[in-house]
């Protein structure tokens, strides 16, 4: 048994379904699909999402939200209009949706986490609703019903363990296929919680976890992951084959074709995942696996940038004399509930690089000050402006030239480097430079090794 997810993109408009039913079809192992929001159906469009938390903005005003309603309605009607599905199909879709003011919410961050939801779980019920009508056999599950339970925030939930258990006590009859809406689950109290945005992927890959499934298949809009961003480089190297380390390392610097949290219920069960193009479906894709066993074909695999990064620069003589300090700071930043992404040292510098996005200008003053008298750096220098490059590569192991050879290649094309980080694993290598430089940097680090 297969679990299959489909994007946003692939569940846009009638057209984009219909393609996404011929894949179901084409395949009987296909029994567990996963359904995101109806994404973009053109460049200017809005996704249903987006028109979901615009909703729940107008509501939790006491704004006018009939406009709203009708625009977010549209979408699924039009979707079922393609298919001929009968008015009374699509009732309980306008029914759920209208009611989303009048539901229990403890607050407002609960009250966004539902009407969120409900752009995955309108289309689950739709989509079941067209396979029945077409004579597929299909069976809408919901995340309450098959026991996703979550902790956390509501907006940024995570699996608890009990729901592998449960999701193992959900029966699957020998001709139905299941379809579950993505993205979110529920708290032990009943409340809706969602994971990150682009949470759909994780529900699918905690679907094939519980369920057994031998393999997981993403469907987006792409027909492979690249070694590096096509916007930046001109047609890119397909991947072929990665490892699951490799592809969160690559997520986390910015490659956005798979979500990185996705990954961790697939490793715990050694389920392959393939990541493939909904309108190319011939097309063999990106099939991620255990790096046990995987025999690399090159040092580097792929080559990412993220730019939404922040970072704090401390210079203090005897720094590594002074036991302790890196405890009074990570006291700090819990202080402020702020978590650090890398903290990279030497004997008198220390260079912390945060998320900028959760971040605010009062909390960087606090930040600064906080540590400027309990610490007294002899300098304290914030940087708003920092890029990441992560170069990745499971043959970087067995090739220790492959950092030497980074810096080389970003030397000949003067790009300064503000900070490097060998992690432990030597299958990575991150470079910080300035966001001015980060697209020419990966550039010629791609053109080094691939061209």
């Not at 990665?242 to 389920?271: C, N």
């Not at 401390?314 to 509930?337: C, M, P, R, S, V």
Request: proline letters at 7%; aromatic letters at 8%.
């Amino acid at each position: 048994m297969k679990v299959i997810k489909f994007g946003g993109s692939s569940l846009a408009d009638g057209a984009a379904v219909a393609q996404a039913i011929d894949i179901i079809k084409a395949d009987p192992a296909r029994r567990v699909i996963v359904t995101s929001a109806p994404g973009k159906r053109a460049k200017a469009d809005t996704k249903v999402t987006d028109l979901l938390i615009k909703y729940a903005a107008v509501t939790a005003v006491g704004g006018d939200a009939a406009p709203l309603q009708e625009q977010i309605f549209a979408r699924y009607q039009a979707i079922g209009d393609y298919f001929h599905l009968p008015e009374k199909a699509l009732t309980p879709l306008r029914t759920a949706l209208l009611a989303l003011p009048a539901g229990d919410y403890p607050d407002d961050d609960y009250q966004l986490a539902a009407f969120k939801a409900h752009g995955e779980r309108l289309n689950a019920r739709l989509l079941a609703a067209i396979l029945n009508h077409l004579g597929i056999k299909a069976r809408f599950l919901d995340p309450k019903e098959a026991g996703i339970i979550v902790t956390g925030t509501p907006n940024n939930a995570t699996v608890a363990p009990e729901t592998y258990h449960l999701l193992a006590q959900v029966k699957l009859a020998p001709d139905e296929r299941l379809v579950v809406p993505g993205f979110f689950g529920f708290t032990l109290a009943g409340y809706i919680a969602t994971f990150s945005r682009g949470g759909s992927d994780i529900t699918g890959a905690i679907l094939a976890r519980g369920l057994g499934a031998a393999s997981y298949e993403n469907f987006t809009d792409v027909d492979a992951i690249f070694a590096a961003d096509p916007h930046l480089v001109d047609q890119p190297a397909p991947i072929k084959q990665l490892t699951y380390r490799e592809m969160r390392e690559l997520s986390y610097a910015g490659f956005s074709v798979f979500h990185d949290e996705a990954l961790l219920p697939a490793i715990a069960a050694k389920i392959p995942i393939q990541v493939k193009n909904t309108k190319n479906p011939a097309q063999p894709g990106t099939t991620i696996v255990s790096d046990r066993g995987f025999v690399p074909s090159r040092p580097v695999t792929g080559i990412s940038v993220g730019k939404h990064f922040a970072a704090l620069y401390l210079h203090k003589y005897l720094l590594n004399k002074e036991a302790g300090f890196t405890l009074q700071i990570l006291q700090i930043l819990n202080k402020y509930g702020l978590p650090y992404e890398h903290m990279p040292s030497g004997i008198d510098d220390i260079t912390i690089v945060f998320d900028a996005t959760k971040l605010t200008p009062a909390l960087v003053d606090e930040l600064c000050d906080q540590i400027q008298s309990t610490i007294n750096p002899d300098r304290l220098e914030w940087l708003p402006h920092f890029a990441l490059i992560t170069v990745v590569g499971e043959g970087m192991a067995t090739a220790p030239t492959t950092p030497a050879e980074v810096l080389a290649t970003l030397a000949k094309e003067q790009i300064p480097v503000l900070m490097i980080n060998q992690g432990a694993s030597k299958i990575a290598t991150m470079i910080g430079t300035d966001p001015a430089d980060a697209d020419r940097a990966v550039q010629a680090i791609y053109s080094h090794f691939f061209n």
